[in-house]
Each structure stands twice: as structure tokens, then as C-alpha cells.
């Protein structure tokens, strides 16, 4: 178990490298009970339903899962009254719903700042799973030009507000971002 109950940590990747199983795993040893899983995905089409449906069978019958696809600082606020743990998968698809909703890049980090909040105020650990979407080239379209942007500065806000950040690359996890009162050494790397 950990010292500090309330922290937060922000898992971060590319598709398929892993963070979704790492953020499930750690959630999985912090809990056995009092899970809340927060879905932020809107299946609109059949791949996607199969592809939700084998997230829950992963996870398994000991998660409740709650689906809220734009206001996760309420439901975050919400679910950590009764919560052990709760993971948020994923902030990429949550930004995404948020720019479909008309959203400008004011709207969205005014939500970045609401998420903070709840994170600052969760009484349980918080896991959030987002994906690294800068690593790519280019987008040729304006529209996946602004969400690539987004998703980039959301983000670095929710980086910073986290107490952690894990970067998963194939399957490998590696912590960027130390835990709260944890440093470099002296002189650096």
C-alpha cells in the first residue's frame, strides 16, 4: 500500500504500449475492493463496442465502472467519497468529446483546471491513462491538427497537477515524473 492515498498518477503512451494494463495492474495491487473504473469513450460503431466490451472483461466483475464522457472532474469527485482507487481511461478520448462539444482550447483547459481540482481533492489514488499523440508527423487536416495540439497541452497541465508520470514505450513502464517529495540526486542525472 502506499504512504500517501491520495496521489495521482498520470500514465502516458502511445497505442498499444502498454498503459492501460499498467494503470489497470497498479490499480489492481492498491485495491481489492472499492474500484470505479471512468469510462470516457462514446462507442459510435461496432469495432469500437467489441473493443470496450474486452476492456470490462479485463478488468473484471470487481470494477464499477462509471461512463462519463465530458465531466470526469465531477464524476471523479463523486466516486472518490466511496472509492479505493479510481482509473480514468482515457483523457485523449475525454479531450477529443470535449472539442466535439465546441469546445475552443479556452473551454478545454478551463476543464483541465476543473480535473485538477477534483485530482487535488480526490480522497483515494486516481490513475489517469492518456495517449502521446506529438510523437507522430504532422496531421494534413486542421481539425486533427487542433486535437493533436490539445491533447498535448492537456496533457502538460494534468502532468503537472499529477504527483507521478509513467511513460510506457512496448510494453516497458518508465517513471519521468518522480512522487511528491522525491528529487533528482544531488548533481543531476
Request: hydrophobic letters at 40%.
Amino acid at each position: 500500500m502506499m504512504e500517501n492515498r491520495t496521489e495521482t498518477t498520470l500514465v502516458i503512451g502511445g497505442c498499444r504500449s502498454g498503459k492501460s494494463r499498467y494503470a489497470l495492474d497498479a490499480a489492481n495491487e492498491m485495491a481489492g475492493e472499492g474500484k470505479v473504473y471512468l469510462a470516457t469513450s462514446v462507442p459510435t460503431d461496432d469495432e469500437m463496442k467489441n473493443r470496450v466490451h474486452r476492456h470490462q472483461a479485463e478488468r473484471g466483475p470487481d470494477w464499477k465502472t462509471v461512463e462519463e464522457p465530458v465531466d470526469i472532474h465531477r464524476a471523479i469527485s463523486d466516486a472518490s467519497k466511496s472509492a479505493r482507487v479510481i482509473l480514468v481511461d482515457c483523457l485523449t478520448l475525454w479531450t477529443s468529446n470535449l472539442l466535439f462539444q465546441g469546445n475552443d482550447e479556452a473551454g478545454i483547459m478551463a476543464a483541465v483546471d476543473e480535473l485538477a481540482l477534483s485530482l487535488e481533492q480526490a480522497s483515494c489514488p486516481v490513475f489517469l491513462v492518456s495517449n502521446e499523440v506529438g510523437y507522430g508527423i504532422v496531421p494534413e487536416n486542421s481539425l486533427a491538427r487542433q486535437f493533436r495540439d490539445m491533447a498535448g497541452l492537456v496533457n502538460q497541465r494534468v502532468a503537472a497537477a499529477a504527483d507521478r508520470v509513467i511513460l510506457t514505450v512496448a510494453g516497458i513502464d518508465v517513471q519521468i515524473k518522480p512522487k511528491t517529495g522525491q528529487g533528482l540526486p544531488a548533481g543531476g542525472f
